[in-house]
């Protein structure tokens, strides 16, 4: 299974940049996709997650700034960020929590990956 994460980019303080984060692969079904941040120095943070359910959360720093939203038919995730600010500068990684295949057809271990890493700068 991969994921391939695009959409970033440098951008003004105040402006807006899309994430595209697609899984390939074969897999019995998503529980969740997310986006993580990363800085120089600093552990991987959460910035918002998606269930397949359609429930989500959010870092309390991106809240009503970020929205992350499923495209189920392509199992993929966008995050759209809005009013940025340089304090959401860093490398994004997109997270995928599924499920392999049990036998047959149903759901078995469940199991975690990354995507590669997309940069983000926002200048002030």
């Known amino acids: 299974v991969q994921l391939q994460a695009s959409g970033g980019g440098l951008v003004q303080a105040g402006g807006s940049l899309q994430l595209s984060c697609s899984a390939s692969?074969?897999?019995?079904?998503?529980?969740?996709m997310a986006w993580y941040r990363q800085v120089p120095g600093k552990q991987r943070e959460l910035v918002a997650r998606v269930y397949m359910g359609g429930d989500t959360n959010y870092a309390a720093s991106v809240k009503e700034r970020f929205t992350i939203f499923r495209d189920s038919a392509k199992d993929t995730a966008n995050l759209s960020m809005n009013s940025l600010k340089p304090e959401d500068t860093g490398t994004y990684y997109c997270?995928?929590?599924?499920?392999?295949?049990?036998?047959?057809?149903?759901?078995?271990?469940?199991?975690?990956?990354w995507g590669q890493g997309t940069l983000v700068t926002v200048s002030s």
């Open positions: 997270h995928l929590d599924a499920f392999d295949y049990g036998k047959g057809w149903s759901p078995g271990r469940s199991f975690v990956t």
């Open positions: 692969g074969r897999f019995h079904s998503i529980k969740s």
